[in-house]
């Protein structure tokens, strides 16, 4: 840490990944209802979810925060309680940081970069599914938002009294999939993989993009926990929140139909719910497009492609 | 660009260095007078300095930008052709990227991160100094906080009609000094090295505390500028820009007096000022002290040690 740089040594033969992301106060987090140790956790595991969805094992974080001159030091000591604890549990090494501060009440701009490696076999891109591949998606979809919006409706209290306090959890402290990702990468289980953090409907066009498909999705088949189940039960915009409410850090992910029985033996050894959505397809006209269906298999016209503040 | 992450190759036995750093608007830069493709190379050159200080190689770069939802597309635009053109001088490929937008009118917050690689052996700690090796620095001090002044005087006009013309490009578009300094490196000429940052007055003591040693700077020997040199004919507190106003992104160095004559042939070969500026000391206390002493040997006390808003 005394030096210009931190200097490192990554496995040999192994390609470096690396990823930066940016929490901004008042965008990503609020003050009001995020206890400081958990934006620190958050802040490590987007990263280590960057890390999670191409198949490779986090190692080192440098981070860059730029705060008021007039945050409280136990305020700083808190985020860096939250940060180790999440670097201890991927045993990733911070090596590097940088504090600046901005004048006046401007609001935070955390910054994290991590570094990780793989063996190049095993890096998962999103530009390597096929038509008639099955789509996966790993855990269940919307809670964050859920948790959002519990938190809007209950402030910090929901996170201990809300009908839908595993989703706050889920929204304030994330728990990115490294290791089934990992496993599923060591497996060639996948043929191509992303993270979920904007939502599936906009995530999902991205990673056919890369593999020159376009994509069908039942709609019905997308993975929800029993909290949204409840919401659902109540509102209507559960379903937005499955698909563009984002955060969910969940694991998207393409694998032949012969690999199934695999991928649903590891999930159950994971102790964690894998579902098929739907099914990578050839591409008929110049653009691609991805297609969500219901029950009869009648096309569903999805319009919000993601809340505008979390793009 | 399509994936998570970046992924990259290193060289085979080489360690990798990595630095992140930050310009925060209206602390680092001003809109009022920077034009955003210097703001852009200089995100990139504040970087290359980090790799510059070890004696290292970069490689690669990540920036995350955020910016208020009301910024111009056309700054965008300019801010990366400088960013590219930073890159491109340095042979540097832009790996990663992530723009989030802030609510409202709030400063903007560019963070980048660079990598790059060294041979084990090339590399250059802070830590290598021993006492009576001789103090070198690059180039001239203080020009980047004499530009700062001028532009505060001046306005934006000061890039082309200030008497501080050069040291106002120099605060704008700083070089970092990565040639001299892999040519260092890899002929093994500096014990210890890192880049001025701060200014000596604060980046010395740091690099003497890394060698667990003291050191004596001679201030008549500290390289100045004829623009510098203009500046104290008429003004006190051109020594204080020297010793703290800081950005220079010079090269502090420390080498064994046999390697003197080397140093020059190798300065002159670059076209570059390098200068003897004082010596390494055993540290005879339990702390590290650097002193400043004037033509007659006697100590200055040092006060100011650096601009509170450069910190």
Do not use: W
Request: aromatic share 4%; net charge negative.
């Amino acid at each position: 840490m005394g030096d210009d740089c931190a200097a490192t040594l990554i496995g040999a033969g192994k390609v470096l990944l690396s990823s930066t992301d940016t929490l901004a106060e008042d965008v990503h987090f609020s003050l009001t209802y995020s206890p400081p140790t958990l934006i620190g956790r958050k802040l490590v595991n987007i990263s280590v979810s960057d890390i999670s969805g191409m198949g490779g094992v986090p190692l080192f974080l440098l981070l860059a925060l730029t705060m008021p001159g007039t945050i409280d030091d136990s305020f700083v000591k808190e985020l860096y309680t939250g940060v180790n604890s999440a670097c201890r549990e991927h045993n990733i090494v911070l090596i590097g940081g940088n504090i600046s501060s901005t004048p006046g009440e401007n609001p935070m701009v955390l910054t994290s970069t991590i570094l990780g490696e793989a063996a190049p076999d095993d890096i998962i891109y999103r530009s390597g599914a096929s038509a008639g591949d099955i789509i996966y998606v790993t855990g269940t979809l919307g809670d964050s938002a859920l948790g959002l919006k519990g938190l809007e409706i209950d402030g910090p209290t929901a996170l201990t009294r809300s009908p839908f306090r595993e989703a706050v959890s889920r929204h304030l402290d994330p728990s990115p999939r490294l290791n089934i990702a990992k496993t599923i990468a060591r497996n060639n289980l996948a043929t191509s993989m992303m993270d979920v953090s904007d939502g599936i409907a906009s995530d999902l066009p991205g990673l056919a993009k890369e593999s020159n498909l376009s994509a069908v999705v039942d709609l019905n088949k997308l993975p929800h926990s029993k909290e949204m189940l409840l919401y659902m039960s109540k509102e209507a915009d559960g379903l937005e929140m499955m698909l563009a409410g984002g955060e969910d850090y969940e694991l998207l992910f393409t694998a032949k139909p012969e690999n199934k029985n695999e991928i649903q033996r590891l999930a159950k050894e994971e102790d964690l719910r894998v579902t098929a959505i739907g099914q990578m397809e050839e591409t008929t006209e110049d653009s691609v497009t991805v297609r969500f269906v219901d029950n009869n298999g009648d096309e569903v016209d999805i319009k919000k492609k993601g809340f505008d503040h979390y793009l």
